[in-house]
């Protein structure tokens, strides 16, 4: 695919020959028609749509918390969702087929707010997860107002649940309501801060896991 730059010719659209000028986002480009063939895919492009399934089965629960957590970045040539397709493609493990997530790996957020610290998790009663980070104390980048995003997924189920600004970071706690079937079941959780403004986001940190009650 080539890139269209600004020049004598001015603007090109449409299908010349076996050549489309078309453009997408902030970009002009030109393409060549897809050619047909029943060619099989190699073992890597098997491996490739494998590892993308995976982290697109699981990315696809989070659209609208991953439009929040990447939205800050330039998606002048690619969506939220498409960047964050990318970085996490990267937390694929395994062996083909037995290809799997590396939960800790994954990435819902990314910016330049300070982190949370020293994030715990604990379940004493049921289909709730309590959910504590640290008191920064004189930290000047932090606000205690940035919005807290939390995140749990049960594998057992297949299935991710969010909460987001239902606290602040200087709640510095969460009761993190979860669906009663997440009962009984380790559960994957992650926090992250945006400000208030949704203008800026913290990097998506990784608490563990936590058996449910």
């Known amino acids: 695919m080539a890139e269209l730059k600004p020049g004598v010719i001015g603007t090109i659209s449409g299908k010349i020959d076996n050549v489309v000028a078309s453009n997408w986002r902030a970009i002009k480009y030109l393409r060549g028609l897809a050619k047909t063939g029943r060619k099989d ?3 890597l492009q098997v491996i490739h749509r494998a590892a993308f399934t995976l982290t697109y089965n699981f990315l696809s629960q989070l659209e609208d918390e991953l439009n929040l957590g990447f939205g800050n970045m330039d998606t002048s040539r690619a ?3 498409n960047l964050a397709m990318g970085e996490n493609m990267k937390a694929v493990g395994g062996t083909y087929p037995d290809l ?3 939960f ?7 910016g330049r707010l300070i982190r949370s610290k020293n994030a715990k998790l604990a379940s004493t009663a049921p289909a709730i997860i309590d959910v504590t980070w640290g008191d920064l104390k004189k930290v000047k980048a932090q606000s205690l107002s940035d919005k807290v ?6 594998p057992t189920d297949d299935l991710a649940v969010s909460s987001s600004g239902e606290a602040v970071r200087g709640d510095y ?4 309501e979860v669906p009663e079937s997440f009962s009984g079941h380790d559960v ?9 403004d949704d203008k800026k986001n913290s990097q998506s940190d990784y608490c563990g896991t936590v058996a449910v009650f």
Not at 149 to 154: E, G, P, S, W
Not at 188 to 195: E, K, P
Request: proline fraction near 6%.
């Open 149 to 154: 995003t939390l995140v749990a997924y049960d």
């Open 100 to 102: 799997v997530l590396n």
């Open 104 to 110: 800790p790996s994954v990435v819902l957020s990314k």
């Open 41 to 43: 895919p190699s073992q």
């Open 173 to 176: 706690k969460f009761e993190f």
């Open 188 to 196: 994957h959780v992650y926090l992250f801060f945006t400000r208030q």
């Open 79 to 81: 969506t939220a969702f």
